[in-house]
């Protein structure tokens, strides 16, 4: 059972437009992921939160810029869409302790933009 | 370069078979390495996380073993069944807590 939730999970829309992808977990962990997974290739990392109010970009160069003001939610925004944003987003969780923790993740939002 | 490379990129098996997914990495300093199981159009589910000194842990039917020696590790799947069908991603971490991802091994298990 899931309890990390990505809404939407389909999301088809114009070049330019403002969009948010939402990620909430009841699990109560620090640390949260947000990836990009194209079909065949591995999962990039491009932003990531360890905690309320932390935030650092991740490996992959991205025009988009998240948000940590709540432990559970932790939304990614793209501020003007284009037709290279379009892939699946995952979003991840773990606890802050303990390195052996897995990462949870939600379902994915698969974003196709026009 | 820190890598993480699966072999074969897919595997076509019989149900009931068995079948075995490779993983190999040059990711330096080492932490662990964890197989995840990814259903179409699902996100990725933990299976097995090893760290340097386990060489083999077991989850049901899915047993993953490390050679940290050789940096290996594989994914050996028994008995399959119609919902093993699924892509297999190997992910090493390194001590600064950086995760690698391979490309995954695409399963299909046919009847």
């Known amino acids: 059972e899931a309890d990390i939730y990505q809404t939407p999970r389909y999301l088809v829309i114009g070049t330019g437009k403002k969009i948010t992808l939402e990620c909430s977990q009841t699990?109560?962990?620090?640390?949260m992921y947000w990836y990009q997974q194209d079909p065949g290739m591995e999962l990039h990392l491009i932003h990531y939160s360890y905690g309320v109010n932390s935030t650092e970009k991740g490996d992959l160069s991205s025009e988009s810029t998240v948000s940590r003001i709540r432990t559970e939610h932790f939304p990614l925004t793209l501020e003007s869409a284009r037709p290279s944003h379009t892939s699946q987003y995952l979003c991840a969780s773990s606890p802050f302790e303990g390195v052996n923790q897995p990462q949870h993740f939600g379902d994915g939002t698969r974003l196709s933009i026009l | 370069k820190n890598q993480v490379e699966q072999s074969p990129q897919s595997l076509i098996i019989l149900e009931g078979k068995n079948c075995t997914l490779q993983?190999?990495?040059?990711?330096?300093?080492?932490?662990?390495l964890r197989w995840y199981k990814q259903d179409t159009g699902r996100g990725p589910v933990s299976l097995t996380i090893m760290t340097f000194s386990e060489n083999t842990k077991s989850n049901g039917r899915y047993t993953a073993t490390l050679d940290a020696d050789t940096k290996q590790s594989s994914l050996h799947i028994t008995a399959s069944q119609l919902s093993d069908s699924a892509s297999y991603i190997c992910v090493v971490m390194n001590t600064g807590n950086q995760f690698y991802f391979g490309t995954g091994t695409s399963l299909t298990v046919i009847p």
């Open positions: 699990m109560g962990h620090d640390k």
């Open positions: 993983c190999n990495y040059t990711v330096s300093p080492f932490s662990n």
